[in-house]
């Protein structure tokens, strides 16, 4: 128990590694600003053209589904902020052999390969869908709830440790297979169609999209538990998958890593 | 030239043999291009009840799994090759070769059709059976022309990737511009939403600009969305362009290698 705080101090240092790392390229904020902006908007022009045809879709209409687009927003500034340039960074180790310097370190490889590297600019995609979420609670006439607000924030966290989880599943596979990069883009092009209400899917997507990849963890729970339609057996069930998809990923990486074989040999 | 044109059939042999080498590569790029067949679900549970537009449930699937089709013939991935091999100075292996390098990498990645042709024929026969053999255009002179408007659209995709691709030269975020690209392609293109279903003004705008040509055009054909005088002028167009950005990619080329210099090499 005694070694908790040292992590939290190491995720400090490793955080201001990245954020004085970002501060060297402030050109490249404004054009990756400008970027994460330009999505955003853009990401809202099929759901208009879809709404724009009916009142409602599959039980929700175009207010509800814009919440699930503001998680799906923030989503992707966790997964593009957090999740993803560490792990580009840890494949690339494996790739050159250069993950012996990390494996030396006394402190667990895990929590060092992945907390290597943040993308502190993606905070426009939070204040991106925090933004989405004030339009879309304005369009309805109505301010969440307090203790849905809270329930929204757990299942947060159940969303970025299942996306984290298959993101270290992901990596794992790199110790296989040398070539990952790919990978990386397969996860990003299925993550694309969480901003879906998963309610919309039928037959073997929603199979796909609930059970293989749970997409609907990541925005579509979320999204009703801060309009407060979620029930209460649904939220255990996320919370105990999202336990389950961690001590699953826990489990591969270290079967994973005894595979890694150094550069030299 | 003619010494040039003998170097093709075996620039071919070499990129297929790397196509057949890299399958697993090559299967997960081919997962990742499952946007249609998401858009497709979605568009079914709008369709359910009643047809949006001049749309049914049937002439969805006829449309995403054209799209599918057009899109897995005419994909390129020069922009990723460009970008990197400038910025590292690996393309100086390349201008040693007595060879054009646009070239090179347009044999690179039209060695790759074959087994592209492979995956897209399942695609293709399902297109027959599920959307029925109503949906496929009738006009044997339009069926004779398609596989022309697909080599047209591979083009104009091949092309606008070299232009962009080489203002690396000048540019550190090529890579962030050709982003801007796909996220116009995504909309412009019909990729995402078929033109019909947008706004008229959005569909006027498409005519002018290239993405239309690069998919809407050869799909909305093949499914008889479009007469044979309005594909006809279309393809004089779609080759047009072809023209334009083979004049821009050459001469952005010629002027950016100048600044080229190899580092390190």
Redesign the interface.
């Known amino acids: 128990m005694l070694r908790y705080p040292r992590y939290l101090r190491l995720l400090g240092v490793q955080f201001r590694a990245s954020a004085a790392m970002a501060m060297q390229y402030r050109i490249?904020f404004l054009?990756?600003g400008a970027?994460a902006l330009?999505?955003i908007a853009?990401a809202l022009?099929?759901l208009m053209?879809?709404f724009g045809?009916?009142p409602s879709?599959?039980g929700w209409t175009f207010d509800e589904a814009l919440v699930v687009m503001g998680w799906f927003t923030l989503m992707r500034g966790v997964l593009e902020g957090a999740v993803n340039p560490s792990l580009q960074s840890v494949v690339d180790h494996i790739r050159k052999g250069t993950l012996d310097f990390i494996l030396l370190k006394p402190a667990d490889a895990q929590f060092l390969v992945s907390t290597a590297r943040f993308e502190p600019w993606r905070i426009i995609d939070v204040a991106g869908s925090l933004a989405i979420f004030g339009v879309a609670f304005h369009r309805m006439g109505r301010v969440p709830q307090p203790g849905h607000v809270l329930a929204a924030l757990a299942l947060l966290v159940c969303a970025t440790m299942v996306m984290y989880s298959l993101w270290i599943l992901v990596v794992s596979a790199a110790f296989y297979?040398v070539?990952i990069d790919?990978?990386s883009?397969?996860f990003s092009?299925?993550f694309?169609?969480a901003r879906?209400p998963s309610s919309?899917?039928?037959?073997a997507?929603r199979l796909v999209f609930t059970v293989v990849i749970p997409l609907a963890i990541m925005t579509t729970y979320p999204a009703l538990a801060l309009l407060g339609r979620l029930d209460l057996l649904t939220a255990a069930e996320t919370l105990l998958g999202a336990l389950a998809f961690a001590v699953l990923a826990r489990l591969v990486w270290i079967r994973a890593i005894g595979r890694y074989t150094s550069a030299s040999s | 030239m003619l010494r040039t044109l003998r170097t093709v059939p075996t620039l071919l042999r070499v990129g297929f043999a790397s196509a057949v080498a890299?399958r697993?590569?090559f299967l997960?790029?081919l997962?990742?291009?499952?946007?249609p067949?998401?858009?497709l679900?979605?568009?079914s549970?709008?369709a359910r009840d009643a047809p949006?537009?001049r749309f049914g449930q049937r002439d969805f699937v006829a449309y995403y799994l054209a799209t599918l089709v057009v899109r897995l013939l005419t994909g390129a991935w020069v922009i990723w090759e460009l970008n990197m091999e400038i910025r590292q100075g690996l393309l100086a292996f390349r201008l040693l070769r007595p060879v054009h390098p646009l070239l090179t990498y347009a044999c690179e990645n039209i060695a790759a059709v074959p087994l592209r042709i492979v995956v897209s024929l399942p695609v293709t026969i399902g297109l027959l059976i599920w959307a029925g053999d109503g949906r496929i255009t009738h006009d044997p002179l339009l069926l004779a022309l398609f596989p022309l408007m697909v080599l047209g659209g591979w083009l104009i995709t091949f092309l606008a990737m070299s232009v962009v691709g080489s203002l690396a030269f000048y540019i550190?975020?090529a890579g962030?511009l050709f982003?801007?690209w796909m996220?116009l392609f995504?909309?412009f293109s019909g990729y995402?939403?078929p033109l019909e279903?947008?706004p008229h003004w959005v569909g006027a705008l498409a005519r002018a600009l290239p993405f239309r040509y690069m998919l809407a055009f050869p799909v909305e054909t093949l499914i008889g969305l479009q007469g044979r005088d309005r594909a006809l002028l279309e393809l004089g167009i779609q080759w047009g362009f072809v023209l334009v950005l083979f004049a821009l990619a050459r001469s952005v080329w010629r002027v950016g290698l100048r600044r080229f210099s190899a580092y390190g090499g």
């Open positions: 490249e054009v990756e970027l330009f999505w853009w022009i099929p053209v879809v045809r009916r879709l599959a297979v070539k790919n990978l883009f397969l092009s299925i694309d169609a879906w919309v899917f039928r037959g997507w | 890299y697993a590569e997960v790029w997962l990742s291009t499952n946007m067949l998401v858009m679900a979605l568009w549970a709008v949006v537009g550190e975020s962030s982003e801007i996220g995504g909309v995402l939403v279903l947008f």
